[in-house]
């Protein structure tokens, strides 16, 4: 098929050695799936509900998180479909905005956004692995006591929220998780969509099961009446300003069990017929997991009570709340079937964690790849190994990821990594009218639905949450210490340059 559109003045320098086309539509939508469905669902509820929410407004921050990550699902099958290249959302933002602010998301990416979240989701499930091996704890055994990092001028003034640097057992599980995935995915392509499509299938299977057993078999009086009881669904809330804060706040935990749908454009060259099946992995992929997430829901719901007692003797007594380490899974679990219930549901966890980050190996590096061959990465990163996967992005994402597995727990590394998210995911579809603009008359074989209402609404929901989260004093520090990592990118992008243009002219001077 022709190109879609004329070359950028900006664009592309990749090579012409080639991607292995082997994902198929099946392929494609299971990895916006398995990207996605990790850990969070089965854990950030309990820090949801112990901001005071009520059910009702439980199931709300789910219900709109579905509705935000659809709208950006949308909005990004037309720039799929327009550049399917390895990279992605950098290629969109290159074409968009210009190299700047391809870099910025690139540096941001790699930093904080895609290592951060693997980082997160091998810490969860090394937590989880702690249900079926009590040693695997988040206890640290070696520390580095005088590196706590706690900065109040960006609004950490709570040492309990320092970052610790160290190594404790779940931390070492998520290490050696990373690099066994790593590995696999040197192997090829098609090694690790094996693994994608094979682990989304088992996870996804488990959530539904979870469901259906929770709102049947495992429905317990006491958590219907609790949750659903006359004026204990909606509670007793008032819509001040500090609740809408507190409110949007909560999405934090949402926002990123949705995150990484994202991710299927960063592989678009391996997938087939990319122009069509890649708006339809996006639109498919997040529509399932959305409506999984609310049902989810339902189902804890149904299960536990709201609000427990941490120190209760079961896990009914301790409820959504008091899960013990915000395992809500498992603890519905083990409310329904006991012992035996939560260690059934760890294991599905594990899986679904294990295959969660193999989406996010597999993707992140094709797009420092991309940045490589534009020369804004080490050049090495811009080269296919003999399986035709570029084995140096990789490994060097693999380096960085181990280094945040040792910086901090669960919750801190994904608030870092929402807000950033966040930023670059308001400035692609930005992007998405500025091309309308600029390239008009571009061949766009996918057009997206709504637009421009739908891609606007899309705009303002997700820079209302930004708002709402640099307001709330729990998620400030890292909100703002997410922001200041995409501006210090600046300066980096034209030392970077300047690197490159000097070895240039060394290069062709006598």
């Not at 829901?297 to 899960?323: E, K």
Request: net charge positive.
């Amino acid at each position: 098929m022709a190109s879609v559109t004329a070359p950028s003045d900006t664009t592309q320098s990749q090579p012409k050695a080639e991607f292995v086309k082997a994902m198929t539509l099946t392929d494609a939508t299971m990895l916006v799936a398995g990207s996605m469905i990790g850990s969070g669902i089965f854990i950030v509820s309990a820090d949801i509900a112990r901001k005071g929410v009520s059910p009702a407004f439980l199931l709300l921050a789910w219900i709109l998180t579905g509705v935000i990550t659809l709208l950006g699902a949308l909005a990004y099958g037309e720039l799929a479909a327009m550049f399917p290249r390895a990279g992605g959302q950098y290629v969109f933002l290159r074409e968009s905005m210009g190299p700047l602010m391809g870099f910025l998301y690139g540096w941001t990416l790699f930093v904080v956004i895609q290592t951060g979240t693997i980082a997160a989701v091998a810490v969860a499930f090394g937590r989880f692995l702690g249900v079926l091996w009590p040693a695997a704890t988040p206890d640290l055994f070696a520390w580095f006591p005088h590196a706590d990092v706690c900065v109040a001028a960006l609004g950490c003034t709570d040492p309990a929220n320092a970052i610790k640097l160290g190594l404790s057992p779940q931390r070492l599980v998520a290490l050696i998780s990373i690099a066994v995935l790593t590995w696999i995915n040197l192997r090829g392509i098609r090694e690790g969509k094996l693994v994608q499509t094979t682990l989304t299938v088992i996870k996804t299977g488990a959530l539904i099961l979870l469901v259906l057993l929770a709102v049947t078999v495992g429905r317990s009086a006491t958590a219907l009446s609790a949750n659903f009881g006359p004026g204990n669904f909606i509670g007793q809330v008032e819509l001040t300003g500090t609740f809408i804060v507190v409110f949007g706040a909560a999405f934090v935990g949402s926002l990123f069990s949705s995150d990484a749908w994202n991710n299927v454009t960063f592989a678009a060259a391996e997938v087939q017929n990319a122009q069509r099946n890649l708006p339809l992995a996006l639109v498919i992929g997040t529509g399932l997991v959305s409506t999984l997430y609310v049902l989810a829901n339902v189902g804890y719901l149904s299960a536990l009570p709201m609000v427990g007692d941490p120190a209760g003797a079961t896990a009914l007594a301790r409820g959504i709340t008091g899960a013990a380490q915000d395992r809500v899974g498992t603890a519905a679990m083990e409310a329904m079937f006991g012992a035996s219930g939560a260690t059934i549901m760890a294991i599905a966890i594990m899986i679904s964690t294990f295959g969660c980050n193999n989406g996010l190996i597999l993707a992140g590096a094709r797009v420092y790849y991309a940045m490589a061959c534009d020369k804004l990465f080490f050049r090495g990163a811009g080269v296919l190994n003999k399986n035709k996967v570029p084995a140096t992005a990789l490994v060097l994402q693999s380096i960085w990821t181990a280094v945040l597995c040792l910086t901090g727990t669960y919750g801190q590394l994904l608030d870092y990594v929402i807000f950033a998210a966040l930023v670059f995911y308001v400035l692609t579809t930005i992007g998405l009218f500025i091309l309308r603009a600029k390239r008009p008359n571009a061949e766009r074989p996918y057009r997206a639905v709504g637009y421009p209402f739908l891609p606007a609404l899309y705009i303002a929901l997700a820079g209302g949450v930004m708002i709402l989260i640099l307001l709330a004093p729990a998620s400030r520090f890292q909100a703002l210490s997410g922001l200041a990592i995409v501006v210090v990118g600046i300066p980096v992008y034209y030392l970077w340059r300047a690197i490159e243009d000097k070895s240039a002219a060394s290069a062709v001077s006598p």
